[in-house]
């Protein structure tokens, strides 16, 4: 069977709905087929995907649409998981590469705290139970999955560190929409990934994003915490949702954002595609950022974020004396940092120190002028003092 016949999302739906048993998407976060139609015309006409490209790309879109059908069968026959709020989220935002993922994955060790960790995200279906949340069997073939990820990509580890038990990205939830950046950074899709900064209605995936939330918290409950650098572009879809989200926002230098995440992305693609070019990636790259940046600005101008619902992080300060962040976004959110969760956070860091992304990525890859960069990320540099990094 051709790319173009196994990509037909018409195909691609009766196949997940034979798999599951399902045929169910959900009215109440409707849209998705629109996202689903231009994911394929993108993998099949942009995104240079190689054979075992295609074999990715099908994997994912499958799980995303056998993910929904599962969650929207679940709710329908246990309707009261749609009665439960989600109450004051903390979503971790920010800029890629600006220390989201470590600060994530520290808040992450307090136990009074709940993320979605990445088995129950990538397979939720039956609900996570207390009793076996640390020894489910999903869990096993979640991290064997990501292990194969390391082995047809070697670093790819190092580069985006992810495991079965460790917490996942909001955007491996919102892909069940076709509403989702993970698509347009791990393949090149340049219609969709315009489509999705400037076009795309994001509420029906915002609203899908509760309705998981709600599923996985009818197993294992708790408040969330959440992390996604996509949520910068859309915090006014996210607060629409969630009005009583807690935000805490990461700040660096733009420059080096864009030559870090370009390096991922251009790394994430090389799994899929032999063509890509990491200019490519540098120019999207600039273009999101850039966006994300004047959106987020433009928001808290408006008035629409209450000063009291926002923390600022500031990279440098976060790299240089984590407790010391840490303590304040506490002392910010009202919250109590105790031993237990401190201790915890400790243990966690000193198993996984990093080693600042050194070697693996540098301005001049990026085929960007400096000086124009600079000059457009000025204003957001100036509000938040963001000092200036030397270019890598």
């Given at each position: 069977?051709?790319?173009?016949?196994?990509?037909?999302?018409?195909?691609?739906?009766?196949?997940?709905?034979?798999?599951?048993?399902?045929?169910?998407?959900?009215?109440?976060?409707?849209?998705?087929?629109?996202?689903?139609?231009?994911?394929?015309?993108?993998?099949?006409?942009?995104?240079?995907?190689?054979?075992?490209?295609?074999?990715?790309?099908?994997?994912?879109?499958?799980?995303?649409?056998?993910?929904?059908?599962?969650?929207?069968?679940?709710?329908n026959r246990?309707?009261?998981?749609?009665?439960?709020?989600?109450?004051?989220?903390?979503?971790?935002?920010?800029?890629?590469?600006?220390?989201?993922?470590?600060?994530?994955?520290?808040?992450?060790?307090?136990?009074?705290?709940?993320?979605?960790?990445?088995?129950?995200?990538?397979?939720?279906?039956?609900?996570?139970?207390?009793?076996?949340?640390?020894?489910?069997?999903?869990?096993?073939?979640?991290?064997?999955?990501?292990?194969?990820?390391?082995?047809?990509?070697?670093?790819?580890?190092?580069?985006?560190?992810?495991?079965?038990l460790v917490?996942?990205?909001?955007?491996?939830?919102?892909?069940?929409?076709?509403?989702?950046?993970?698509?347009?950074?791990?393949?090149?899709?340049?219609?969709?990934?315009?489509?999705?900064?400037?076009?795309?209605?994001?509420?029906?995936?915002?609203?899908?994003?509760?309705?998981?939330?709600?599923?996985?918290?009818?197993?294992?409950?708790?408040?969330?915490?959440?992390?996604?650098?996509?949520?910068?572009?859309?915090?006014?879809?996210?607060?629409?949702?969630?009005?009583?989200?807690?935000?805490?926002?990461?700040?660096?230098?733009?420059?080096?954002?864009i030559s870090?995440?370009?390096?991922?992305?251009?790394?994430?693609?090389?799994?899929?595609?032999?063509?890509?070019?990491?200019?490519?990636?540098?120019?999207?790259?600039?273009?999101?950022?850039?966006?994300?940046?004047?959106?987020?600005?433009?928001?808290?101008?408006?008035?629409?974020?209450?000063?009291?619902?926002?923390?600022?992080?500031?990279?440098?300060?976060?790299?240089?004396?984590?407790?010391?962040?840490?303590?304040?976004?506490?002392?910010?959110?009202?919250?109590?940092?105790?031993?237990?969760?401190?201790?915890?956070?400790?243990?966690?860091?000193?198993?996984?120190?990093?080693?600042?992304?050194?070697?693996?990525?540098?301005?001049?890859?990026?085929?960007?002028?400096?000086?124009?960069?600079?000059?457009?990320?000025?204003?957001?540099?100036?509000?938040?003092?963001?000092?200036?990094?030397?270019?890598?």
């Open positions: 069977m051709t790319p173009q016949e196994r990509f037909q999302p018409a195909r691609l739906i009766a196949t997940a709905c034979a798999e599951t048993g399902h045929d169910d998407f959900g009215d109440a976060a409707p849209g998705w087929e629109a996202g689903l139609e231009r994911v394929v015309d993108g993998l099949l006409n942009e995104a240079r995907l190689s054979a075992i490209g295609v074999e990715i790309a099908y994997l994912d879109l499958m799980r995303a649409l056998k993910n929904r059908l599962d969650v929207i069968d679940w709710r246990n309707p009261q998981i749609a009665t439960e709020p989600v109450e004051a989220p903390i979503f971790i935002v920010g800029q890629p590469r600006t220390g989201t993922t470590i600060l994530y994955d520290l808040l992450a060790q307090d136990p009074a705290l709940r993320a979605p960790l990445t088995w129950e995200v990538d397979a939720p279906c039956p609900v996570p139970q207390p009793q076996t949340y640390h020894d489910d069997p999903r869990i096993a073939l979640t991290q064997a999955s990501l292990e194969m990820a390391e082995q047809i990509i070697p670093g790819f580890l190092k580069y985006h560190p992810m495991g079965a917490g996942q990205e909001c955007v491996r939830i919102t892909a069940s929409s076709f509403v989702s950046m993970i698509f347009s950074v791990q393949y090149r899709l340049p219609t969709y990934y315009r489509w999705l900064l400037y076009d795309a209605d994001h509420a029906a995936a915002y609203r899908f994003h509760r309705i998981f939330l709600q599923h996985l918290q009818s197993g294992v409950p708790g408040q969330w915490l959440l992390k996604s650098p996509a949520h910068l572009w859309q915090l006014d879809a996210l607060l629409a949702e969630y009005p009583d989200a807690l935000i805490v926002q990461t700040h660096r230098d733009p420059l080096n954002v870090s995440i370009a390096a991922l992305t251009h790394h994430l693609r090389r799994m899929g595609s032999d063509e890509s070019d990491i200019g490519e990636c540098a120019a999207q790259s600039y273009e999101e950022i850039v966006v994300g940046l004047e959106r987020e600005m433009a928001l808290r101008d408006s008035g629409k974020i209450a000063a009291d619902r926002i923390i600022d992080v500031h990279y440098a300060d976060f790299i240089a004396d984590p407790w010391t962040t840490i303590d304040g976004i506490y002392r910010k959110l009202g919250r109590e940092l105790r031993p237990q969760a401190k201790q915890r956070m400790r243990d966690f860091l000193a198993a996984h120190p990093g080693d600042g992304g050194r070697g693996r990525y540098t301005w001049s890859d990026t085929g960007l002028n400096a000086d124009e960069v600079r000059d457009r990320v000025r204003s957001y540099q100036q509000r938040y003092a963001v000092p200036t990094e030397q270019l890598r």
